[in-house]
């Protein structure tokens, strides 16, 4: 192997921002044969960029890098690596290549010619862990790549515990070993990266689940198939904060409250008055133009008094019904509790069939009595029709793991092995669109999935998913007045191509949302508040004023 590995330095580029789309693991593996045939390149020539774009990433990252550990399975993941040995050599650094003994005999092509490529050069390889220098400037993990099926095994898994036991500076190859490529679970162990270099495509498993805990930084290099890539389209899509400016456009200046959108807020049970208050604020924060609670008698000097802008009442049958017909979205469940108050509520909300958020407390009034969800009529067709029942579509429902499991009637550790597939059962069994919330929160509509790859750790405490509510409430009833004057019918069903004022606000207020919470931990994330993301809404919800 000579220098001539690196003569597609363009196609070795690292990209200097992530793209949209991600990809599970079937499809990339089909998308590097195809892409790089339809480039006319061989597989050995797309393995060659991916060694030059990882030793690319390492000469910006570490420009003094004098001592390299490599640790190679036996896959494609594992050529890559040796690819990467060979030109940290030529460039002066002392490399060391570990693999395990069974590696050598069972390597995947062109992970073999690598193998040659790296012995011609006069490399060689270690299979005894305890022989590695565990001072080197970097390790690079290359072991096992998106290849992970179940558990990894007992001799891999020393190799992972080698990586994580010692304090050098870790960068994962594609995807940190051990960790699972489409869920971002870890089965038993994986490698704890400072940085992951992903090649080709965005594997969805590296922005939810466990994979944080993992990854660190992400970069990414397309190895030159940005244009077929592009020609690709993906259910699953990765949003940032650099989307909030498409989903939030700049108000019409003759604009007045009536056209951005009445919301009501229902709940606050005894004790838990804390919660309509945080989402009350939080709608009128992200701009809603009227703001109304309904909620037990005790709480509503206390919500007059911090946030006199809204209008506090206390509940009762008579005033829910006014308050309902009056309401534009509805924003049902913060401190809600599961009483036969909080019942008589859902039914009500439900019966009225306005767009509402459910949320907290709500959706486990929901769990225990599913057919409550279900509009009457539709119940009545489809018994008719011999057919499923369908939910309206007309709603967002925010669960966090606990609520989704009670949502399906299963574990939470079930809804955690698979958080793509668990949003997607949620929304097929009730309709709308769901938000699952937690690391690398995920809002599912009928078609698409998205990420929203903002948040931390900060937002781990009470009431932040009352503040969530209450900006989903508020940004839905302004999506719904632009919506309405585009003719946009919200209860019809939308057609392909046809865009969803829910899927938009849903998608708007995890952003908006992850985003306050990124700007406050920039002062820390221990200690941090729910109501600290209150002033910050305003400062990030107006991303196109002038």
Same mark, same amino acid.
């Given at each position: 192997?000579? +220098?001539?590995?690196?003569?597609?330095?363009?196609?070795?580029?690292?990209?200097?921002?992530?793209?949209?789309?991600?990809?599970?693991?079937?499809?990339?593996?089909?998308?590097?044969?195809?892409?790089?045939?339809?480039?006319?390149? *061989?597989?050995? =020539?797309? /393995?060659?960029?991916?060694?030059?774009?990882?030793?690319?990433?390492?000469?910006?990252?570490?420009?003094?890098?004098?001592?390299?550990? #490599?640790?190679?399975?036996?896959?494609?993941? $594992?050529?890559?690596?040796?690819?990467?040995?060979?030109?940290?050599?030529?460039?002066?650094?002392?490399?060391?290549?570990?693999?395990?003994?069974?590696?050598?005999?069972?390597?995947?092509?062109?992970?073999? =010619?690598?193998?040659?490529?790296?012995?011609?050069?006069?490399?060689?390889?270690?299979?005894?862990?305890?022989?590695?220098?565990?001072?080197?400037?970097?390790?690079?993990?290359?072991?096992?790549?998106?290849?992970? +099926?179940?558990?990894?095994?007992?001799?891999?898994?020393?190799?992972?515990?080698?990586?994580?036991?010692?304090? /050098?500076?870790?960068?994962?190859?594609? #995807?940190?070993?051990?960790?699972?490529?489409? *869920?971002?679970?870890?089965?038993?162990?994986?490698?704890?990266?400072?940085?992951?270099?992903?090649?080709?495509?965005?594997?969805? $498993?590296?922005?939810?689940?466990?994979? @944080?805990?993992?990854?660190?930084? !992400?970069?990414?290099?397309?190895? $030159?198939?940005?244009?077929?890539?592009?020609?690709?389209?993906?259910?699953? =899509?990765?949003?940032?904060?650099?989307?909030?400016?498409?989903?939030?456009?700049?108000?019409?200046?003759?604009?007045?409250?009536?056209?951005?959108?009445?919301?009501?807020?229902?709940?606050?049970?005894?004790?838990?008055?804390?919660?309509?208050?945080?989402?009350?604020? &939080?709608?009128?924060?992200?701009?809603?133009?009227?703001? @109304?609670?309904?909620?037990?008698?005790?709480?509503?000097?206390?919500?007059?008094?911090?946030?006199?802008?809204? /209008?506090?009442?206390?509940?009762?049958?008579?005033?829910? =019904?006014?308050?309902?017909?009056?309401?534009?979205? #509805?924003?049902?469940?913060?401190?809600?509790?599961?009483?036969?108050?909080?019942?008589?509520?859902?039914? &009500?909300?439900?019966?009225?069939?306005?767009?509402?958020?459910?949320?907290?407390?709500?959706?486990?009034?929901?769990?225990?009595?599913?057919? @409550?969800?279900?509009?009457?009529?539709?119940?009545?067709?489809?018994?008719?029709?011999?057919?499923?029942?369908?939910? @309206?579509?007309?709603?967002?429902?925010?669960?966090?793991?606990?609520?989704?499991?009670?949502?399906?009637?299963?574990? #939470?550790?079930?809804?955690?092995?698979?958080?793509?597939?668990?949003?997607?059962?949620?929304?097929?069994?009730?309709?709308?669109?769901?938000?699952? %919330?937690?690391?690398?929160?995920?809002?599912?509509?009928?078609?698409?999935?998205?990420?929203?790859?903002?948040?931390?750790?900060?937002?781990?405490? $009470?009431?932040?998913?009352? !503040?969530?509510?209450?900006?989903?409430?508020?940004?839905?009833?302004?999506?719904?007045?632009?919506? &309405?004057?585009?003719?946009?019918?919200?209860?019809?069903?939308?057609?392909?191509?046809?865009?969803?004022?829910?899927?938009?606000?849903?998608?708007?207020?995890?952003?908006?949302?992850?985003?306050?919470?990124?700007?406050? &931990?920039?002062?820390? /994330?221990?200690?941090?508040?729910?109501?600290?993301?209150?002033?910050?809404?305003?400062?990030?919800?107006?991303?196109?004023? %002038?």
């Amino acid at each position: 192997m000579d +220098r001539s590995i690196r003569c597609e330095e363009a196609a070795a580029q690292i990209a200097s921002s992530l793209p949209h789309s991600l990809y599970d693991t079937a499809w990339v593996r089909r998308a590097e044969q195809q892409a790089a045939a339809a480039q006319g390149i *061989s597989l050995w =020539q797309l /393995m060659q960029r991916a060694g030059a774009a990882t030793w690319q990433w390492i000469e910006q990252h570490y420009p003094d890098l004098r001592s390299l550990v #490599i640790v190679c399975g036996n896959g494609n993941n $594992g050529g890559d690596g040796l690819v990467l040995a060979a030109l940290a050599a030529q460039a002066g650094v002392r490399v060391s290549v570990y693999m395990p003994p069974f590696a050598g005999q069972t390597l995947v092509q062109p992970a073999q =010619q690598a193998l040659q490529a790296w012995l011609a050069q006069g490399g060689h390889l270690l299979h005894d862990l305890a022989r590695l220098d565990t001072q080197a400037d970097l390790v690079v993990d290359a072991l096992l790549g998106i290849g992970v +099926r179940g558990a990894v095994r007992p001799e891999l898994a020393k190799v992972i515990q080698w990586v994580n036991t010692h304090s /050098m500076p870790v960068l994962a190859l594609d #995807i940190p070993s051990g960790l699972q490529a489409d *869920s971002g679970t870890v089965a038993g162990v994986a490698v704890r990266a400072q940085a992951t270099l992903t090649l080709v495509a965005l594997k969805r $498993g590296l922005f939810t689940g466990q994979a @944080r805990d993992y990854t660190g930084a !992400v970069y990414y290099a397309a190895l $030159g198939l940005d244009a077929w890539l592009a020609t690709h389209s993906s259910p699953w =899509q990765r949003l940032s904060r650099a989307d909030l400016a498409r989903y939030l456009p700049a108000r019409r200046p003759c604009s007045h409250k009536g056209e951005h959108g009445k919301v009501l807020v229902l709940g606050g049970e005894l004790g838990t008055g804390g919660a309509v208050c945080l989402a009350a604020e &939080a709608a009128l924060r992200s701009g809603a133009g009227l703001v @109304r609670v309904l909620t037990r008698a005790e709480h509503v000097p206390v919500l007059l008094i911090r946030c006199p802008e809204v /209008m506090a009442q206390v509940y009762t049958p008579a005033v829910l =019904q006014e308050a309902l017909a009056w309401a534009d979205v #509805i924003a049902c469940g913060p401190g809600l509790g599961q009483g036969l108050w909080a019942q008589e509520i859902v039914a &009500a909300v439900q019966a009225a069939g306005k767009p509402t958020i459910w949320d907290a407390d709500a959706l486990n009034v929901l769990a225990s009595n599913p057919l @409550r969800f279900l509009d009457q009529a539709n119940q009545a067709g489809a018994r008719s029709a011999g057919t499923e029942p369908r939910h @309206r579509a007309n709603h967002i429902l925010t669960p966090h793991p606990g609520e989704a499991a009670r949502l399906l009637g299963c574990s #939470i550790a079930d809804i955690e092995q698979d958080r793509f597939a668990a949003v997607r059962q949620l929304q097929q069994r009730w309709g709308g669109v769901v938000i699952l %919330k937690g690391a690398g929160t995920l809002i599912a509509d009928r078609e698409h999935i998205a990420l929203a790859d903002v948040g931390n750790p900060g937002m781990a405490s $009470g009431g932040s998913g009352d !503040v969530l509510c209450g900006i989903c409430a508020a940004l839905l009833a302004q999506t719904l007045c632009i919506y &309405a004057r585009q003719c946009y019918d919200l209860h019809n069903e939308a057609t392909e191509g046809t865009a969803d004022p829910l899927q938009d606000a849903a998608c708007a207020a995890v952003l908006l949302h992850g985003a306050a919470a990124d700007q406050c &931990a920039l002062q820390g /994330m221990r200690g941090m508040l729910a109501s600290d993301l209150l002033p910050v809404l305003r400062q990030l919800g107006n991303p196109n004023q %002038k």
